[in-house]
Each structure stands twice: as C-alpha cells, then as structure tokens.
C-alpha cells in the first residue's frame, strides 16, 4: 500500500450486469490490498442480483438501494456510474460527495453514414454535461479520456486503462484446448463472438460473412433484444450459447474471436480473449486500436462484409498465423493490461484526486 487507506462507495443503477459490473467486481480485491476499501451500492432489481450476491462472496459490503437517499454517507469518495440519462443527477441530490464519475460509456457510434456530431450531441445532452459536474473523471482508455477533454470539455480526465486476471484469461495447457472443444461439440474452425446481442455489438455483420463462410462456425455468447432478428435471418453455421459463465473455457477452445462492434471505450471481451491466447478479429475504431496492433496482435477490420471474409478466411487456411497472433496478443496483455496493473493505476488514481481535494480522509 502507498499512502493512507482510503474509504470509497461505487454507486451504480445498473439494472443488469455489463462491462463497468464486471470491472467492478474484479478490482475490488486487488484495491482492498492496497488499502482502498470499496462498498457497492446497487439497485434492488432482479438483473443484478447475481452480482450483488458475488460481490458479497468476495466480502464486499452491498448497499441495496431503493432510492439513492437511503445510502449511507461517510466515505472519501463517491465513485459514480450509471445506464440511464440523468442518471448522474439523484446523485448530485442525494449523496454528499467528492464525487468521481467512472466513465465506461462508448462514447461514439462508428456507423458509415452517420455523421459524428450527431452522435457527439445526443451524448453531450444525455450524459455529458452531467458527469462534468462530477469534478474528476475516470475513462478508461487513453482515447476515451483525449475525447472526452477535447469533444465533451472535461478538465480532470484521468485515463486508467482496463486489466483482466491473466490467471484466470489463459493459453490452453497440454491436452486443456482438445477437452474443452469435446465438451463444447466445437469440430470446424470455431469463431466466437462474445457480445450481449444489441445494436452497437454489430451481430448484423455478421450474418453476410457466416453466408460467405459456411465451413466455418459462428458461436454467439450472450444475450439480448438483437437474438430473435439475428436468429430469423442466419445462416445454418450460426450456434446460440446463450449467457456464459465459463468464458475462459470457451476462449481457449476457439480459434478465433470475432468482435464486429461499433462502438467501444476498451473492450474487456477484447482483452479477456487476448490474454487466453486467441487471435482476434475487430472493428477498426479508435479503443481497439490501443489494444491490438493490426497484423501483428490481432487484425483490424476497416472495410466491412469483405475485410471480416478476407481475415476469417485467411486465419482458417493459416494455424500458424493464429499462433502467433495469440502469442502477441498474450505478451502484450501482460505487458500493459493485467489487473495488477490495473490495480495500481486505480488505486494511485483515487489518492491522486483526494490529495487534491484536501479533504481529511475518513478512515476504514
């Protein structure tokens, strides 16, 4: 531990569980050993209450809250999130604060057509101009935090860039890759798209590139109101998983991971499955770009239906090249995203804002 211990509370209306719950839940404990002590406040809904009974499995307290007025005050900071326009607002009302707004937002739809400032406005009237009265703002990647500063004119941005567990995120051992494709029933060349089944997540591109490549597999992991089109309209070499709680798993009996996203401030899913091993075939939009170097970690994708074939098809006929974009993807997880890392940075992140609030700490 660097520094006094420090007593923060994550809120959160989250109704369900995305990326920013399962940030959440895994750096909690690397924080406590560095003496930053989180509680959890969540909504009393039935989305989330998987989450909140993991996060007490962890020993974390979880405040569950009908309203934002019955959480308890006390703590250094407030670490603020939220699905929902205006969401950031019963905060300001009801909590005491220092508040820090943590930002896991997409930020912007890369659609062709779609011109950017419309996007850009509807995210400045929705969200942005709330989470500015924030004070101190957390994103989490480099190109978040420079948007954000330069379209949305937040001042105190701090960037600290996702980690993942990469003990848990793993290259296959020995017979482990074989095993896990048996259970699963995986016997083509297997490309899984992790991703919950909305409108950013892009599952409609998929469907020409699986018509294009019919010997090979498409398996979907997740969930959501996009599943019924994308069903009605596939191709035979789609298979639906459904929700998963066995993604290590499931990476490394891949072969590769398709991820045609839209819109993306720096993707767990992209991380997780680079840390496993898996080569990866993305959308070339900004956040993936500080996580992938094309060709060499993965392969960007700039030109829709055609570059996703040209990739697949060229990674299905080559074993070789899917080694070793795995390889690289591993070493550079490693090098600039495990949890430890992440942990680190967070941690030295909230003592940086509250030495700069001069508030008097209360204690744990």
Request: one cysteine or more; glycine letters at 10%; a positive charge.
């Amino acid at each position: 531990m660097s520094g006094p211990p420090l007593k923060v509370l994550f809120v959160t209306d989250a109704p369900a569980v995305g990326g920013s719950e399962v940030y959440m839940r895994e750096l909690i404990p690397p924080l406590r050993e560095r003496g930053v002590h989180a509680e959890v406040a969540l909504p009393d809904l039935e989305g989330n209450r998987g989450l909140r009974e993991q996060l007490k499995a962890l020993g974390v307290v979880v405040h569950v809250y009908g309203s934002v007025s019955e959480l308890p005050p006390g703590f250094d900071l407030y670490l603020l999130s939220s699905w929902n326009p205006g969401g950031y607002r019963k905060y300001y009302r009801a909590l005491p604060g220092p508040f820090v707004a943590l930002v896991h937002d997409q930020l912007m739809l890369y659609v062709p057509g779609l011109p950017r400032g419309v996007y850009r406005a509807l995210y400045e009237a929705l969200q942005a101009r709330d989470i500015r009265r924030a004070g101190d703002v957390v994103t989490v990647s480099r190109w978040g935090a420079e948007y954000l500063r330069s379209q949305h004119g937040m001042r105190a941005v701090h960037a600290v860039q996702n980690g993942v567990n990469t003990d848990k995120f793993r290259p296959p051992v020995g017979a482990e890759r074989e095993e896990a494709r048996a259970a699963l029933g995986f016997s083509r060349f297997t490309v899984l798209v992790p991703a919950r089944l909305s409108a950013e997540k892009n599952h409609v591109a998929l469907l020409p590139v699986a018509r294009r490549l019919p010997e090979l597999e498409f398996v979907l992991v997740g969930s959501g109101y996009m599943e019924w089109p994308v069903r009605r309209l596939g191709s035979a070499n789609l298979r639906f998983l459904g929700g998963r709680n066995d993604m290590p798993l499931l990476y490394r009996a891949a072969d590769v991971v398709l991820q045609p996203t839209i819109a993306e401030n720096q993707s767990l899913a992209t991380l997780e499955a680079m840390a496993s091993g898996a080569a990866v075939v993305c959308n070339d939009i900004p956040a993936q770009r500080e996580l992938i170097e094309d060709r060499v970690s993965g392969w960007l994708v700039g030109n829709g239906t055609a570059g996703y074939v040209e990739a697949l098809r060229a990674l299905s006929r080559d074993p070789g090249l899917v080694a070793a974009f795995g390889r690289a993807a591993r070493a550079r997880v490693l090098e600039r995203h495990t949890l430890t890392r992440n942990a680190d940075a967070f941690a030295g992140t909230l003592r940086e804002i509250v030495a700069g609030l001069g508030y008097p700490l209360r204690r744990p």
